[in-house]
């Protein structure tokens, strides 16, 4: 059966907190699903997409833009379907609705312990770039 990608819809909840769940063991709370998800459809919902293998979600990613840069975010795919090709096709569905929308550079974030997922957005042409990401929580 082929994977299919589409845009989230809220019928695809549980299939995305529990691929979250699996593919995010050490997320802080403000980024499980029950959180994220609701404030993703409140802003710019039409850039959220899930991969459907049948009705199971084995991927998914969101991405957001601001005017002047695009950014990935949540981008999962359940373990069994690594390395499939599967990443780069969702990591592609949403640069091509980000160029879209006139977006002319993509930024994204990835711990520094996690060598392998570096690895794979290195494969897809993102580089390092010196920078310092600093956030603050504005709500807890």
């Known amino acids: 059966m082929p994977i299919t990608i589409r845009r989230f819809d809220p019928r695809n ?3 995305v907190e529990a691929l979250w769940d ?10 499980h699903a ?5 404030q993703k459809l409140a802003f710019q919902p039409e850039l959220f997409w899930v991969a459907l293998l049948g009705e199971q979600v084995v ?20 373990p069994g379907e690594q390395r ?4 780069t096709r969702l990591v592609r569905t949403a640069e091509a609705a980000l160029r879209a929308l006139g977006c002319a550079k993509v930024n994204l974030q990835v711990r ?28 807890d």
């Open 13 to 15: 909840f549980s299939g």
């Open 22 to 31: 699996a593919c995010f063991p050490d997320d802080p709370p403000h980024n």
């Open 34 to 38: 029950r959180v994220a998800i609701p």
């Open 59 to 78: 991927g998914t990613i969101m991405a957001g833009y601001d005017g002047h840069r695009g950014w990935l975010y949540s981008v999962a795919v359940l």
């Open 84 to 87: 499939h090709g599967l990443g």
């Open 112 to 139: 520094d312990t996690n060598e392998a997922v570096a690895a794979f957005y290195a494969r897809l042409g993102y580089a390092e770039e010196p920078r310092i990401s600093m956030g603050r929580r504005l709500q």
